[in-house]
Structures are given as C-alpha cells and as structure tokens.
C-alpha cells in the first residue's frame, strides 16, 4: 500500500496520481481534515447516523493519515478507475474500497467547496 510518505519524494509523483502539485495537495490537507473528523462525529464509516458512541481512531485503518486518505481519493476522483483499482493499491477488498469511495468522496467535496475548487458538471461551468 502506498503512503502518503513513499510518493511524495518521487518527483512528479502526486501530480501524475492526484493532479495536484506537492503544494496544493498540502494545502488540502487542513480543509478535508476537519470535514472529515466533521463527518466522522456525526456519521459511522458506513453512513449511519452516529447516535451513542464516539468516533475512535482504528489501528488497523488502510488510509491512517489524512495525506493517506486524500491520496486514496484523489486518484479516483480524477481518473474514474473501477473500485478494484484503489482497492489493490491500498490492499482493500472490493467492498472496503467501495465503503471508503463512498465516505470521502463527498467528504472531499465539502473539502473543496468553501474554496470553490470542486470540478465542473458541465461544459458551461
């Protein structure tokens, strides 16, 4: 599984994966940060309202870091690749990689909507 401190040294590496320079992606870290831990304190992993207990970080998470995180979703946000693809990268089966597809892409997007850097939805955005 690639971490977010294995690619960022190759030069060109993020950019290629993601689409983002070193520089920006950095720069996404604190905004998908807090909409994640703001997703995580009111929703379970698979979507659900959370209602008794709290959000605790698991040891055994595949995307640990949030650099880890976004570099899981960027990529599949960008080039669109079948769920297996993510999944082999970051050692998923196929219904791991389709949980966490579903619960940081809209993550991500709250990420970058303040920002106004969400993609366009059609030719005339």
């Known amino acids: 599984m690639p971490s977010d401190e294995e690619v960022t040294p190759r030069a060109g590496s993020v950019c290629s994966m993601t689409g983002f320079t070193a520089q920006a992606f950095a720069a996404l870290l604190p905004p998908l940060e807090h909409a994640f831990m703001a997703y995580r304190h009111a929703h ?70 303040p920002h106004e850097r969400l993609p366009a939805r059609t030719a005339a955005d």
């Open 44 to 113: 379970t992993l698979d979507g659900q309202a959370r209602t008794v207990r709290r959000d605790k970080t698991d040891d055994t998470c595949p995307c640990p870091t949030i650099a880890d995180k976004l570099l899981c979703i960027l990529p599949y946000v960008q080039q669109h690749p079948i769920q297996q693809v993510p999944g082999q990268l970051f050692g998923l089966s196929h219904s791991h990689a389709n949980t966490w597809s579903h619960l940081l892409h809209p993550v991500l997007n709250q990420a970058l909507a």
